[in-house]
T-cell receptor
Framework: ETGVTQSPTHLIKTRGQQVTLRCSSQSGHNTVSWYQQALGQGPQFIFQYYREEENGRGNFPPRFSGLQFPNYSSELNVNALELDDSALYLC???????????????FGPGTRLTVL | EDQVTQSPEALRLQEGESSSLNCSYTVSGLRGLFWYRQDPGKGPEFLFTLYSAGEEKEKERLKATLTKKESFLHITAPKPEDSATYLCAVQEFVYSSASKIIFGSGTRLSIRP
């Protein structure tokens, strides 16, 4: 059983550029969530995808968007990068168990994004 | 406003010195509370899930408990390898089949040999 993988590991962009981060879910999981973690803070929920549809969103602007593919892998896209977007971006996969409830999430190692 | 607050922010213990970490929450429609361990530069590692008040889970030197307003992570006779940031997260029912996960800021635990 493979775990959650993310690519790339590190990324450096300049303000105003666009970036795409990728995530492969753990085998058997149908839900993927994305988080932003600033240094010294807990992860902040960006959004969650279930069966290729957005299924919950945190307080992030529309320039943060995502996709989930039929194989349950996922992308996080961020447009018009700002300096404050510099953070560790985490992907987590899980399985839905009931209406509005999911099993524990398993996290990938993250992508460290630096915006200059 | 929905909140998850962890205390203390940082805790330094001597090896073998037991203690507890606290996670208090104010959310409606709780669907589960999770504890994670995070080492520097890595993604969080799942420890426990608690669903209802009174529930307890144990794993090695760690024990998690849940009440209606807070959760505790008790660490018994810790070792230096238990040093990490411990994160608490709450899953909140939002609508239909959607949910929202709210993390606390974590407790940085350091165990001195």
């Amino acid at each position: 059983e493979t775990g959650v993988t993310q690519s790339p590991t590190h990324l450096i962009k300049t303000r105003g550029q666009q970036v795409t981060l990728r995530c492969s879910s753990q085998s058997g999981h149908n839900t993927v969530s994305w988080y932003q973690q600033a240094l010294g803070q807990g992860p902040q929920f960006i959004f969650q995808y279930y069966r290729e549809e957005e299924n919950g969103r945190g307080n992030f602007p529309p320039r943060f968007s995502g996709l989930q593919f039929p194989n349950y892998s996922s992308e996080l896209n961020v447009n018009a990068l700002e300096l404050d977007d510099s953070a560790l971006y985490l992907c987590a996969s899980s399985s839905k168990i009931t209406q509005g409830a999911y099993n524990e999430q398993f996290f990938g190692p993250g992508t460290r994004l630096t915006v200059l | 406003e929905d909140q998850v607050t962890q205390s203390p922010e940082a805790l330094r213990l001597q090896e073998g010195e037991s203690s507890s970490l606290n996670c208090s929450y104010t959310v409606s429609g709780l669907r589960g509370l999770f504890w994670y361990r995070q080492d520097p530069g890595k993604g969080p590692e799942f420890l426990f899930t608690l669903y209802s008040a009174g529930e307890e889970k144990e794993k090695e030197r760690l024990k998690a408990t849940l009440t209606k307003k807070e959760s505790f992570l008790h660490i018994t006779a810790p070792k230096p390898e238990d040093s990490a940031t411990y994160l608490c997260a709450v899953q909140e029912f939002v609508y239909s089949s959607a949910s929202k996960i709210i993390f606390g800021s974590g407790t940085r635990l350091s165990i001195r040999p």
